[in-house]
């Protein structure tokens, strides 16, 4: 009895691991974002069009490619699309700038600190 609990577990541990991340990157209008995690970046596609915010609080299955349902934490839960994860900032960055702004080649080369933001919390 116990052998078949132990072994009913286990099928329930192959489910997606929810990361929690921060929403590093976003732009009005676009449904592309760019959210923060502890392994690196993750480039995530928007299926509803809600508005999303830098800084914003994200759990879900951020580490897998492909349709998930995220979690905007206090908000909302969204339908979203997780192209690619794992990246590094510059990479994550600039399919951002590529993808949302169109203008995004000055952008590219600067430092952190002088990026535009969207708005301050």
Not at 21 to 49: M, N, Q
Not at 83 to 96: A, C, I, K, Q
Request: glycine share 8%.
């Amino acid at each position: 009895m116990i052998l078949l609990g132990a072994l009913a577990l286990t099928s329930v541990v192959d489910a997606p691991e929810r990361v929690h991340g921060e929403i590093a990157l976003s732009a009005p209008g676009c449904d592309l974002f760019v959210v923060k995690t502890g392994d690196g970046f993750t480039v995530i596609r928007e299926r509803e069009h809600w508005a999303v915010f830098e800084g914003d609080q994200v759990r879900g299955a951020l580490h897998v490619a492909g349709d998930s349902e995220l979690e905007i934490l206090g908000e909302m839960s969204v339908a979203a699309t997780v192209e690619r994860w794992g990246l590094d900032l510059n990479t994550s960055r600039h399919l951002f700038y590529q993808f949302c702004i169109p203008d995004r080649e000055r952008f590219l080369d600067l430092p952190d600190a002088t990026l535009p933001h969207r708005h301050d919390r």
